[in-house]
């Protein structure tokens, strides 16, 4: 654990992250749901547009619930964008996390 800011980190995924990665790899699985099996990138593209709309959209209107809920359907839709890649050998959640963390480093030196 490190402490910035007052505010306490881990050093891993919490819990919850992991699971969320368990659920979404089910749901791809064969024993998993059929509608989420069929996706690909390109299938569920209009989707991710469409809820970065409502994004905007709670933004807008102040809705902090709603914003809450739309940035669920976001984190569910780049789970559901690294398991597929990972499936195909390419990359997966963690190679994206990675990559952020040190985008944000190099850009953000102090």
């Given amino acids: 654990m ?3 800011n007052g ?5 891993e995924a919490p819990h919850d992250m992991k ?6 790899e089910v749901l791809r699985s064969p024993d998993g749901c059929s509608w989420d099996r069929e996706q690909t ?15 905007l959209e709670a ?9 809450r809920e739309e940035l669920g359907d976001l984190l569910m839709h780049i789970l ?6 990972d499936e195909q050998g390419k990359f997966g959640f ?16 102090h």
């Fill in 80 to 85: 559901l964008h690294c398991e597929i890649a």
């Fill in 19 to 24: 699971e969320l990665l368990e659920i979404i």
């Fill in 94 to 109: 963690y190679d994206v996390a990675e990559d952020l963390a040190d985008k944000l480093v190099r850009r953000h030196p």
């Fill in 2 to 4: 490190r402490e910035i």
């Fill in 7 to 11: 505010k306490t980190y881990i050093e």
């Fill in 41 to 55: 990138h390109e299938s569920v593209r209009g989707h991710l547009v469409e809820e970065c709309a409502e994004l």
């Fill in 59 to 67: 933004i807008d209107n102040g809705d902090d619930g709603g914003m």
